[in-house]
């Protein structure tokens, strides 16, 4: 992403992928409260697919350490992962996104 104006662009791709892969819509979508990248065309299309849009509160450290963490853990077991199939390192680039979907899917944290 080059610019915050690509945003709702990457967002309309992505949850068609997630529609077309997964058969299911986004459910909720989660960001800072800061509001950097939620402009109203993306809160209008998020409330025209049903997604709840949901906000850390100004300050709350808490609420973005989780999803920090969550992501963290994520990288590291996907890292460990590859790491243990010994494929060269020159391939992660094209199997990293399979290994952290594969992982996401297997502990349960995309909606359903």
């Known amino acids: 992403m080059r610019s915050r104006s690509e945003v709702l662009s990457i967002y309309r791709r992505f949850a068609a992928m997630v529609r077309t892969q997964y058969s299911t819509p986004i459910h909720v979508f989660r960001v800072d409260s800061a509001g950097d990248y939620i402009s109203q065309m993306l809160r209008g299309v998020l409330a025209e697919q049903g997604t709840l849009a949901q906000f850390s509160c100004p300050g709350a450290h808490a609420q973005n350490d989780f999803a920090e963490r969550k ?5 590291e077991t996907t890292r ?5 199939s010994s494929i060269p390192s020159h391939f992660w ?8 979907s594969a992982l996401c899917h297997s502990i349960g944290w995309y909606s359903s």
């Open 71 to 75: 992501h963290r853990h994520l990288l």
């Open 80 to 84: 460990a992962m590859m790491i243990a």
């Open 93 to 100: 680039a094209v199997d990293l996104p399979h290994q952290y």
